[in-house]
């Protein structure tokens, strides 16, 4: 029986391990079927797959690798044939595999770290691209190195070109954006792509309907869209500035001067009644001011760069330039439309025309005519007037061939347009297609041509009654005076001369000729330059000539003309064209209206004929005409009027944001983006780019108005807000610069308001609008140095002879280009070569000298000193002679509050200690020279010579009071003031 299970057991096993084996079997069956089909599978995705990689590997290289070749190794490893650096080209996928003069390949396949391509592109050993400027990005270094590792592809050139034009048909992709312009120097360029952050000035405003979908209203808007980026960074807004805070921040902020102690009192009670009725009508009443031109007038001349003189190695006197700057102040006193202030500096001498032509039914022989007698009535003389904006610019010709004169000036007004009117930066632009941004060298040649029958010109045009001509017959006096002085000391040299040629021609029996009818006889029959003249007298010569012209040329400061163009094809330029400029109709052979392209920006290399025009990128057409809507009129005349229409076409985003930006940069500090005159690639990008759009947008529904933009920012709480933060240390950790605006940034005062605030503490300073530059007292040493002009030195620097002259705003001091205030100099006042869209708030060890130790400083504090005295003489009671009440002047006058007791008590202990000091240490007193001595170089023999200059304005000259004229009180009590103007209190804006 247990056999028979035991054999059943047997069996039955035998049967499970049978079934086992099958099913074992089937499995693996199946497992190798279900492999081998996946292998399959595979096999035929990867075989789907390879078309697919073969395009992407393509497109790396095409849009991709191979620019990033052109770009920074073409030039030594293929562009010249016959000089390929390293005996390694670039040009093909044989070349770089089989590398240089080495031997080895310059890249292995599929492994990038064993590459000797990568390795020098990274500078690991070999340094290639060698120049550090030159390097590649970590960007363009990956770029590269994926190439390698699958492969390095190298399509062919048709099929590089089927995937170039096929990219070229999708506007946007993740390599960025399209711009369709007037077309780049090379098809690379011109469908190039940008990353949509890098365009943003050049997209469209968005509608308000955009950017305010919620319907808030207008005067809310500034806080919603500050509040709502301070929301996301987390950050919360200050408390509103106090009453005295804020008065002091309007006033300075619109009219460039602090309010007066009675104004903060009055504002502080108002504020405390009734703070909004109290702010706004404060806004008022400032945006009324006179005083508001003057300052804000002042930025804008920061911005074109305003000077008196041409700068360079002349510095020749511009003499009528003063009205363009009283014009400026009158423009943003009257808030005309910023449209209209475009198109009147751009473009006002022609719109006089087409007035005048109109006005008088003139033909255009008739209307040139006219144009140089200056038939023009006052408001065609205004826009005359306002077209000194493109004579701003250094310029002189001396030395230079004509048309490198011309290029210089063409390529500064192509410049400066770009800057001042569209914050862009075209300067780059002459030579090639710009690197960062869509700008096309044929737009800045359009841009040239646009410019390219301009001329310059003094012009006659009669004077405004608005225009301020006081001190004309004072003045003229003068300069007649030094005129005469120069003329005389000529002639008694050039008697010498002459007596000396009668001589010589008596000698050589030839009838005698004087120096302008002899000049082109030849050498044999005319006596020799300077006859009878030796080294000395021939230097002084010169001088006394370079003199004559000099005040010559000072004298049209006072007759009806201005510093303006004219259009013509072309005019024949002086060789010292810069001494004085008229309209001269005389063609300069071999010219012509149309334009070309410079290729380099060289005059000799000249390209493809251009159509004036304007920039492509901005797609806002200047031109009804489909096939050419960027381009705008050839003709000899109104080119610049249709640049300057299109500048301020509705639809020009550039326009409207950058002078937004600008004023909103005057009221922060900063702008929203914070290069206003960079609005590229790389400038600094908008922090606020809705609420940029929303206010281009309000600004010209409010009818191109300033003041408008004024009072909608300056209502606003982000406005009102204090510089202090009740987490200031956290915000300056996350937002050291303020960007987001949760506090109010403080600011140092400019060097204008500096010395301007100074004089109204003093009770100096004369409030007149407009007219003729004056000429603060600066250091002597400064004044008197000389300062090359021609051959020659320009005549020292003699300020206005009384105070009442000197002692104007700042805004109306004659700009030497040559020759800087010191003093202003030192307080960042901008350098008038260049557009200058911020000033330099550096504070510097010299600065803190000049404010302790400068004749400047202690003159005014002297004369603030005297003013406190006299009025505490007036006073009676037993309190008129009390130095603590001197003292609490001092607070009125310069801080504008009351001192605390300590204050009082401090600082009269200080000047008691300082009276004694004064009576034991005398001041010396100042000497003002009535002529100094020059010393030169005659230019032909190399040997030195002395000459006389007269400075007759310090013959009766009414100087400021000096410390050894006053009591040692009064020096002790101007210690006490000279220690209040150095404080951060007065210096500084909360």
Request: glycine share 4%.
């Amino acid at each position: 029986m247990k056999n028979q299970l035991s054999s059943k057991f047997k069996s039955h096993f035998a049967i499970q391990r049978l079934i086992l084996k099958s099913l074992l079997f089937m499995a693996f069956l199946v497992t190798e079927i279900c492999d081998t089909e996946a292998q399959q599978a595979k096999s035929e995705v990867d075989q789907d797959q390879l078309p697919k990689a073969s395009e992407i590997g393509d497109r790396l290289f095409t849009l991709k690798v191979m620019p990033i070749f052109k770009e920074k190794c073409v030039g030594c490893h293929g562009g010249n044939q016959q000089d390929i650096k390293g005996e390694f080209s670039i040009l093909s996928r044989q070349s770089v595999l089989r590398g240089g003069e080495s031997g080895d390949p310059a890249i292995v396949i599929g492994h990038p770290d064993d590459s000797y391509m990568i390795s020098a592109i990274k500078w690991e050993g070999s340094e290639m691209p060698p120049k550090e400027n030159d390097r590649l990005t970590p960007l363009q270094i990956s770029t590269i190195e994926q190439w390698v590792r699958i492969g390095a592809p190298w399509p062919s050139d048709a099929r590089q070109k089927q995937i170039q034009e096929e990219n070229a048909s999708i506007i946007e992709n993740e390599d960025g954006r399209l711009v369709a312009t007037s077309g780049g120097q090379s098809d690379q360029w011109t469908n190039r792509r940008y990353q949509r952050e890098d365009l943003w000035a050049f997209l469209p405003l968005r509608t308000q309907s955009e950017l305010n979908p919620k319907g808030i209203p207008r005067n809310q808007m500034i806080d919603h869209l500050i509040t709502e980026e301070l929301n996301q960074q987390e950050f919360s807004s200050a408390p509103e500035a106090t009453a005295a805070e804020l008065i002091r921040r309007a006033t300075y902020d619109l009219t460039g001067l602090p309010p007066t102690y009675e104004e903060v009192s009055q504002f502080q009670t108002q504020h405390a009644k009734n703070s909004k009725k109290a702010w706004s009508e404060l806004i008022e009443r400032l945006l009324s001011s006179p005083r508001y031109g003057e300052h804000w007038g002042r930025h804008w001349l920061d911005v074109t760069r305003y000077s008196d003189t041409a700068g360079m190695s002349n510095d020749y006197e511009r003499s009528n330039l003063w009205r363009y700057r009283d014009y400026v102040i009158r423009s943003f006193n009257s808030d005309k439309p910023y449209n209209e202030f475009v198109r009147e500096q751009l473009a006002g001498d022609e719109l006089a025309d087409l007035s005048l032509q109109a006005r008088e039914d003139l033909t255009r022989e008739e209307l040139e005519v006219s144009q140089v007698k200056g038939q023009y009535n006052q408001q065609e003389s205004e826009w005359i007037v306002a077209t000194g904006f493109l004579r701003l610019g250094p310029w002189d010709n001396a030395m230079i061939a004509n048309d490198e004169a011309r290029q210089i000036y063409l390529d500064d007004l192509v410049n400066i347009t770009g800057q001042t009117f569209l914050s862009q930066t075209l300067r780059c632009v002459k030579c090639h297609d710009h690197k960062f941004d869509p700008i096309p060298t044929r737009d800045y040649y359009r841009i040239y041509s646009a410019f390219g029958t301009t001329q310059m010109a003094e012009r006659n045009v009669p004077f405004l009654e608005s225009e301020n001509r006081q001190r004309f017959h004072e003045e003229q006096t003068h300069v007649e005076k030094m005129l005469a002085y120069a003329r005389t000391e000529k002639d008694k040299i050039i008697n010498v001369q002459e007596t000396a040629a009668k001589e010589w021609y008596q000698e050589h029996q030839l009838p005698y000729k004087t120096e302008d009818d002899r000049r082109n006889d030849p050498d044999e029959m005319k006596p020799p330059r300077h006859v009878g003249l030796n080294y000395v007298q021939q230097g002084q010569l010169k001088v006394r000539e370079q003199d004559e012209w000099i005040w010559n040329r000072r004298l049209e400061r006072y007759q009806p003309m201005a510093q303006s163009v004219y259009n013509a094809d072309s005019t024949i330029l002086a060789w010292n064209g810069a001494r004085m400029l008229r309209i001269n109709r005389k063609r300069q052979k071999g010219t012509t209206t149309t334009g070309n392209i410079l290729i380099g920006g060289a005059l000799t290399a000249v390209g493809e004929a251009v159509m004036p025009g304007v920039l492509s990128a901005v797609a806002v057409p200047s031109s009804n005409d489909p096939a050419a809507p960027y381009t705008i009129s050839d003709s000899i005349n109104g080119r610049r009027l249709a640049l300057a229409n299109w500048i301020v076409d509705e639809n020009n985003p550039l326009t409207t944001r950058s002078i937004v930006n600008r004023v909103w940069k005057y009221h922060f500090g900063s702008g929203i983006a914070a290069n206003p005159n960079n609005f590229g690639g790389k400038g600094a990008k908008p922090t606020h780019p809705q609420l940029l759009d929303y206010l281009a947008n309000d600004f010209m529904e409010q009818g191109w108005s300033i003041k408008s933009l004024h009072r909608l920012i300056m209502m606003s709480s982000t406005y009102k807000q204090s510089t202090r933060h009740p987490d200031l240390d956290s915000l300056q950790e996350s937002d050291p610069n303020n960007l987001y605006l949760a506090r109010f940034s403080r600011r140092r005062l400019i060097a204008e308001e500096l010395r301007d605030s100074i004089l109204q503490s003093t009770g100096e300073l004369v409030h007149e609008i407009g007219g003729l530059p004056i000429m603060p007292e600066i250091n002597m040493e400064v004044a008197l140095q000389p300062r090359m002009i021609q051959f020659s030195i320009a005549p020292a620097y003699q300020p206005s002879p009384t105070p009442e002259q000197r002692n104007r705003r700042s805004v109306y001091a004659y700009q030497v280009r040559g020759q800087a205030d010191p003093f202003s100099e030192l307080f960042n006042q901008p350098n008038p070569n260049e557009s200058c869209e911020s000033r330099e708030t550096a504070a510097v060890t010299p600065q803190a000298f000049a404010l302790l130790n400068s004749e400047t400083m202690n003159d005014r504090a002297i004369a603030i000193a005297e003013r406190i005295l006299l009025e505490s003489q007036k006073e009676s009671g037993p309190e008129k002679s009390d130095l603590q009440n001197q003292i609490r002047r001092a607070f009125r006058y310069i801080l504008k509050r009351e001192p605390s007791p300590r204050e009082r008590q401090r600082l009269s202990e200080y000047a008691l200690k300082m009276i004694p000091y004064h009576q034991t240490h005398a001041a010396q007193p100042t000497v003002y020279p009535t002529k100094i001595t020059r010393s030169l170089v005659e230019e032909f023999t190399g040997r030195p010579f002395e000459y006389e200059e007269i400075l007759p304005v310090f013959e009766d000259y009414r100087a400021d009071t000096k410390a050894d004229q006053v009591s040692a009180e009064s020096k002790a009590l101007a210690d006490v003031c000279l220690l209040l103007f150095n404080t951060n209190e007065f210096l500084y804006v909360e």
